[in-house]
């Protein structure tokens, strides 16, 4: 009798944890944030006009360039290269797979710089990006309106 209450209480078990880990991973796929290699996601002639529009006679390693990929076709870049950042921060772009850039920005590097928002304009998710300012963080959201990204608000963010 003491195994049959057992076998219930593990199959209870599983269940549960299958179930809460098919939610995770539903909440995962709805909002990606998996940067790939770039050489996965874009064609070579497309990643060297890429490199090529954000650098200035600088060799960017294409192996250390990362990829985000959003719906409609947009590639979030994040060339990965010490020679695309200074003071203010570093390269990062998006382009259509067609090769039109759409947002271009310098930004200072950090865990979860960005995160796909759950709002979307024109098909395309809005981006959230946090950047340190002194002591606070501001969060900037970007949509895609027309044919490019653009900022559309921004929210300081004091620590906790």
């Not at 060297?48 to 990829?67: F, H, L, Q, R, Y």
């Amino acid at each position: 009798m003491k195994i049959v209450k057992h076998q219930k209480l593990l199959i209870l078990s599983l269940s549960g944890l299958l179930a809460v880990g098919g939610l995770m991973m539903n909440a995962i796929s709805k909002f990606p944030t998996n940067w790939i290699p770039a050489q996965r996601a874009i064609s070579q002639g497309l990643l060297t006009k890429i490199m090529s529009e954000n650098s200035t006679g600088v060799d960017i390693d294409p192996e250390a360039t990362k990829v985000l990929k959003l719906k409609g076709g947009i590639k979030l870049i994040d060339f990965n290269s010490p020679d695309l950042c200074g003071r203010a921060g570093c390269v990062y772009a998006a382009y259509t797979k067609e090769g039109s850039r759409k947002l271009h920005l310098i930004l200072q590097p950090q865990p979860d710089l960005f995160t796909i928002s759950q709002e979307s304009r024109n098909g395309i998710p809005c981006l959230e990006i946090k950047q340190p300012s002194g002591d606070k963080t501001i969060q900037h959201t970007y949509c895609y309106e027309g044919d490019k990204f653009i900022k559309t608000f921004s929210e300081v963010n004091n620590p906790s």
